[in-house]
């Protein structure tokens, strides 16, 4: 592996068997070879883990040069998703200090010369960080067309989410292709006025990621589905402090209520989670208190959870591709195709709900199936394909691009 720095606090990785002429990088070689360069910007273990799908899937075009750039928005967790599906940033960008501000305003930087260094042909983001806006903004700036993964999730209220809400709405105002995940995001990006031509309904590319997994890996229910133990997990900013309380007390109450049941819980590194998780949780002898999981294990977890009981907006997401049946720790979400479809329900981060909706469940087995038999409402593992053929449409029109169901047949 070669790395070279190319301009203050930002290294560039080449792939080994890549050896290049000084001064040349392989996205001149490539561009050299006419082809469309298309930037993929990641900041955070979700967005990786929903990139990565597209990323794979952009690759395997020969007219494409498909370059990632990893912000590092997050350290060592994204590390660890990025060695989880194979890749190696192509850019590397330095953080500019501990806090939001001097992230940002250094990726910014970093952003803006890497796109003034080499003519992208097209940025790709995906959903709602900060690194998420900023590759757009950098992009939009230097003209270069955005598009956005995971488009048109909205609450519509600026401060839940905080900030996502804000910055996903942003990003919908100057991007060029909204790839959206479900049919009501996109009615959303439709009722903000934007063109029905640059909306494709895509599925959402969690669920390919869990199959690139779960093939690879061998990722399969062990025992009965109503045996499995309950996975908790809750890090939202907005549910920190007494409501997080509240929530950890009341899987407190389930596990004293049910003692055959364990509770496996990896807990967010945030020491305002921590502290309360230990604290009111630690005592328990049928709950373990995990450190956060990478996404092999989590996938692991998670299809042998017999009930998930979350904030996480991916897992909601995830849980109805296995099967478990998820009780949702937040007021609103912007995911609300699980509950409509009938395998999730929002309890809220208030002690009573929880218990009482969880009691329900592994109180009742018939519910806890009913929600199991729900087919995953986010997507068919097929988005990242399809995200596909709409850049080579956009970016080399003249190619044959695979037909649907000729790529289902494959
Ligand atoms: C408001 C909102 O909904 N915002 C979302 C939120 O994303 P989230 O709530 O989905 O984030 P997490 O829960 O951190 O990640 C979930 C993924 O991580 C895997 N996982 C989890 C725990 C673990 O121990 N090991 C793992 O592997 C898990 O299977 C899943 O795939 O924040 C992002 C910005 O950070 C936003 O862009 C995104 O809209």
Redo the contacts with the bound molecule.
């Keep these: 592996m070669c790395k070279q720095t190319c301009w203050s606090g930002v290294t560039r990785v080449t792939r080994p068997g890549t050896a290049l002429q000084p001064g040349r990088t392989r996205t001149d070689r490539e561009a050299d070879l006419n082809k469309r360069i298309v930037g993929i910007v990641s900041g955070?273990?979700?967005?990786i883990?929903k990139l990565a799908p597209v990323y794979h899937a952009l690759r395997r075009h020969e007219d494409l040069c498909v370059l990632w750039v990893h912000t590092g928005q997050h350290g060592e967790m994204a590390a660890d998703m990025l060695r989880c599906f194979g890749i190696t940033p192509d850019e590397q960008l330095g953080r500019g200090g501990a806090s939001l501000e001097e992230f940002s305003v250094a990726c910014r930087q970093q952003l803006d010369a890497l796109m003034a260094r080499q003519k992208w042909d097209m940025c790709i983001v995906q959903?709602?960080?900060e690194s998420a806006f900023l590759g757009a903004l950098a992009a939009f700036y230097r003209r270069i067309p955005v598009g956005h993964v995971e488009a048109g999730?909205r609450t519509y209220n600026l401060e839940r989410?905080f900030p996502?809400e804000g910055l996903r709405q942003m990003i919908s105002r100057i991007a060029d292709i909204h790839w959206a995940p479900t049919e009501r995001a996109r009615a959303a990006l439709l009722s903000e006025g934007i063109a029905p031509a640059k909306i494709e309904m895509t599925g959402n590319t969690?669920v390919d990621a869990q199959q690139w997994v779960s093939e690879r890996f061998a990722i399969r229910r062990e025992g009965a589905a109503a045996d499995g133990h309950i996975l908790v997990?809750a890090?939202?900013r907005e549910n920190w402090g007494e409501e997080m309380e509240q929530t950890f007390h009341a899987v407190a109450d389930i596990a004293r209520a049910f003692p055959g049941k364990r509770v496996l819980f990896?807990v967010h590194l945030n020491p305002v989670v921590q502290k309360p998780a230990h604290a009111i949780l630690a005592g328990l002898d049928n709950v373990r208190l995990v450190a956060?999981?990478?996404?092999l294990e989590?996938?692991q977890a998670?299809v042998n959870a017999s009930l998930l009981l979350t904030d996480?907006?991916?897992?909601q997401e995830?849980a109805p591709t296995f099967g478990v049946p998820t009780l949702v720790l937040r007021h609103e979400t912007?995911r609300p195709e699980a509950v409509e479809a009938g395998c999730a329900r929002i309890v809220g981060p208030k002690r009573e709900a929880i218990v009482r909706e969880a009691t329900r469940l592994l109180a009742d087995p018939a519910a806890a199936d009913a929600m199991r038999k729900v087919a995953n409402p986010f997507g068919d593992g097929q988005a990242s394909r399809r995200i596909a053929q709409a850049v080579l449409a956009r970016l080399v029109p003249h190619t044959e691009t695979e037909t649907e169901e000729a790529a289902l047949a494959a």
């Design positions: 955070t273990r979700p967005e883990i959903g709602d960080t999730l989410p996502e969690v997990t890090h939202r990896p956060p999981f990478d996404y989590m996938q998670l996480s907006g991916g897992l995830e912007e």
